[in-house]
């Protein structure tokens, strides 16, 4: 079981901060959108917490928030984001995710807030 599952568009980003991660002792499985995320979960894909992009093709980070808390998932979600809006992150705050990190506060902070 992966410790963190990381849902992010972008590819390189997702190599990188997957690599830091793992080199800071994370085990993670990335995924590329939303819906790939959900199949896998259905599937039977456990994780101990979900880091997802706030802007996804097909459904954004919010929807897919949405889609998890509607099928009873309660995974602890982490959003992150390059677009660090107040209103954002009061939307995920308040529809259950746990944290909201702009991409550009860096991997150790990140790690931090995961462990």
């Not at 991660?21 to 959108?33: E, P, Q, T, Y």
């Not at 919010?62 to 009873?72: C, D, I, K, S």
Request: hydrophobic content about 45%; proline content about 3%; aromatic content about 6%.
């Amino acid at each position: 079981m992966p410790d963190v599952v990381l849902v992010d568009d972008d590819d390189l980003y997702r190599e990188v901060l997957s690599a830091d991660l793992a080199d800071r002792g994370f085990s993670i499985s990335c995924f590329a959108n939303g819906p790939s995320f959900l199949d896998a979960l259905s599937n039977g894909l456990e994780t101990k917490i979900a880091l997802l992009d706030w802007a996804l093709p097909e459904m954004s980070g919010f929807e897919l928030l949405g889609a998890l808390r509607e099928r009873g998932v309660g995974l602890p979600v982490v959003f992150l984001t390059g677009h660090s809006l107040a209103e954002r992150e009061l939307q995920a705050l308040d529809r259950g995710a746990v944290d909201f990190v702009d991409k550009a506060r860096g991997t150790d902070v990140l790690a931090h807030r995961l462990q």
